[in-house]
């Protein structure tokens, strides 16, 4: 007899770029949700350049995004395998747009909501009842209750 699979989440990444899209060496992002965008200097190599990068569910170097009030945050689906780069950010060569919000703050509540619940997700806030523990990404808020254990990255 088989096991019954179930269907596992799929991953969502966290990235920004400015108000009109465009980020680093000029390449521009779509903001509206379901485009789908491909990098068009792919290189499959775990270092930077050459994909569409972003934090694999939120986690890795939260100083890596814009925390501007200029600044638009993304959450992408992957369309391709994924390379992690030194566990800092992650990139693919294809990915669809699931969320383009005004603060990074709401795109890690969209994330958290969607999959992405138990991963430390920069920005994200965590509040927990007695006996909890709660954890969040970089600039992000962790709360716990009595005898509860509260951890936030960088600037959290």
């Known amino acids: 007899m088989s096991k019954k699979k179930t269907a596992q989440p799929k991953m969502l990444g966290l990235r920004t770029c400015a108000k009109d899209g465009t980020s680093h060496g000029g390449f521009k992002w779509p903001l509206k ?8 200097d792919w290189d499959d190599r775990p270092v930077c350049g050459g994909g569409l990068h972003f934090l694999p569910w939120g986690e890795g170097d939260g100083g890596l995004l814009s925390w501007s009030d200029n600044a638009v945050a993304l959450v992408i689906e992957p369309l391709a395998p994924v390379v992690d780069i030194n566990g800092a950010k992650s ?16 795109a890690a509540q969209f994330i958290a909501d969607n999959g992405g619940a138990g991963h430390a997700i920069a920005g994200g806030v965590v509040a927990r009842g007695s006996h909890q523990g709660a954890t969040a990404g970089d600039r992000g808020q962790a709360t716990a209750g009595d005898s509860g254990q509260a951890t936030a990255g960088d600037r959290g």
């Open 33 to 40: 949700v379901g485009a789908e965008v491909s990098a068009p």
């Open 91 to 106: 990139k693919t060569e294809r990915a669809r747009v699931v969320g383009a919000f005004p603060s990074i703050p709401e």
